[in-house]
């Protein structure tokens, strides 16, 4: 993982040194500093050694770059930073302006509080340059639908999936998430056959449907197999640290990082790359709600949640693996995977009621069916947290203190007891903000 960070003003090393010290974790191996006539920046990485940051310093540059597809920059360009973030907003990247009128960024709000509490996100696919945001790139449904059978379709969904793992390993030994679900189980099986060895991670309460299936799906790989069974105090004693690198109180997204963030700090003891499912459930129809859509408005739908990924389920991915200084790993984002996926036909993606239908067409010759078959769970639930957290966060809230405090000074109001617990822990981390418009919240239904 990697981390950016910089001011449009020189001699302001004290002031990057001090922002980056407040993602220092973002990268283990190697950390830099620098001022131009009219720049200070800074950025640390896991990936690049302290000489190969050299060649940023000599380009005016800092970045945060997996494979050119995903990514986050800042480049001194005629005398003031431009700024880019990819399509997909994998790679998380946050600007302001001081009180003089400077331009400032990071990767994440905490280093960025170091100058200005005016913080907004630069938005997925969009460049900042002399105070114009533009938007560069953006994702987009096809002219029209692959056609042909569903069996050749298929066979090229495999291959550019196995094509986009392999181009990720770049050593013997690797680590993948594996909840036992399609996306995770699918990524670990066409990565194993590349690797002398695979670390696979599982989380969850004693006896959940997670740890059963990634149990399951590990004998069958042969992987060295990892669980973390947690109790509810461990869920709970994790939840300052969550929200300090969730840098969110949302409710859905607290909840789902917690067994994500603990699972990360296992695996950091093993390797520094990981494998991630996420985005297939976006790509190929994996929400049960789904299933309600007309088929015909199934591809803005799908298009629409995967846009909305950036901070959201992206976000727990950044935060839970940079924490460690993983480099977390997404093929189902390969712009590859994705121009394909967007060009598979609604009806081959829910087929007679069931959801991820091509996928399970692709992977039938990885997988075993016990996994090819399960549905989807949410991440939650499928590692039983389920409403273990929420139920803790309301009973420690009661109904006057969340009736007199809900609306906040900036004047947003906090939707339930479970938001507001989280949203204390949130302010002792960093304070009451002016506004939260950089923040992303789930939808609630």
């Known amino acids: 993982m990697s981390g950016i960070v910089g001011i449009n003003k020189p001699g ?21 500093v620098f001022s131009t006539a009219y720049s200070t920046m800074g950025m640390v990485s896991t990936l690049l050694s302290s000489s190969e940051l050299e060649h940023f310093k000599n380009n005016n540059l800092v970045s945060h770059n997996l494979f050119d597809c995903h990514y986050s920059t800042a480049r001194e360009n005629d005398g003031t930073i431009e700024l880019k973030r990819d399509v997909f907003g994998v790679v998380p990247l946050y600007y302001g302006y001081t009180e003089d009128g400077s ?44 056609k042909g059978p569903s069996d050749k379709i298929s066979v090229r969904l495999k291959e550019t999936l196995k094509s986009t793992v392999t181009k990720r390993i770049t050593s013997a030994t690797f680590g993948s998430w594996l909840s036992g679900g399609l996306d995770s189980s699918a990524i670990a099986a066409l990565a194993r056959p590349e690797l002398q060895k695979l670390y696979t991670f599982a989380g969850g309460i004693k006896n959940s449907p997670d740890l059963f ?56 003891d093993y390797v520094d790359h990981i494998f991630s499912g996420e985005g297939g459930d976006e790509l190929f129809g994996g929400y049960s709600y789904l299933k309600n859509i ?67 067409q692709a992977l039938k010759d ?18 039983g947290v389920q409403d273990i957290i ?43 903000l002016p506004d939260f418009s950089w923040l992303g919240f789930t939808r609630m239904n």
């Open 12 to 32: 302001k090393t004290e002031l990057v040194t001090n922002m980056l010290d407040k993602i220092s974790y973002r990268g283990k191996n190697s950390r830099l």
């Open 103 to 146: 331009l400032c960024f990071a990767s994440e709000i905490k280093a960025l509080l170091e100058a200005t509490k005016n913080i907004k996100e630069l938005p997925p696919g969009a460049k900042l340059f002399k105070n114009q945001l533009s938007i560069e790139e953006t994702l987009s449904l096809p002219d029209e639908f692959l």
């Open 213 to 268: 299936h990634a149990s399951l799906m590990a004998e069958y790989l042969k992987t060295e197999h990892f669980e973390i069974v947690v109790k509810t105090e461990d869920l709970i004693a994790a939840l300052p640290e969550v929200i300090f690198h969730l840098e969110s109180f949302d409710p859905y997204l607290v909840r789902s990082s917690v067994m994500n963030y603990l699972v990360a700090k296992k695996a950091s």
């Open 294 to 360: 007309p088929l015909a408005d199934l591809p803005g739908e799908l298009l629409k949640i995967t846009a909305s990924l950036h901070n959201t389920a992206l976000q727990r991915v950044d935060r839970s693996s940079s924490a460690f200084g993983l480099v977390a790993h997404l093929p189902f984002l390969d712009p590859e995977v994705v121009n394909l996926a967007l060009k598979i036909p609604p009806e081959l993606k829910i087929k007679d009621g069931l959801e991820k239908w091509i996928l399970r």
């Open 366 to 383: 990885y997988l075993p069916e016990s996994i090819l078959n399960r549905g989807k769970a949410k991440f939650w639930e499928g590692a």
């Open 390 to 432: 929420a139920e803790f966060a309301e009973s420690r809230i009661s109904d006057q203190d969340f009736s007199q405090h809900r609306q906040l000074e900036n004047g947003y109001v906090l939707r339930t007891k479970e938001e507001y617990y989280y949203y204390r822990i949130f302010q002792d981390h960093f304070g009451q």
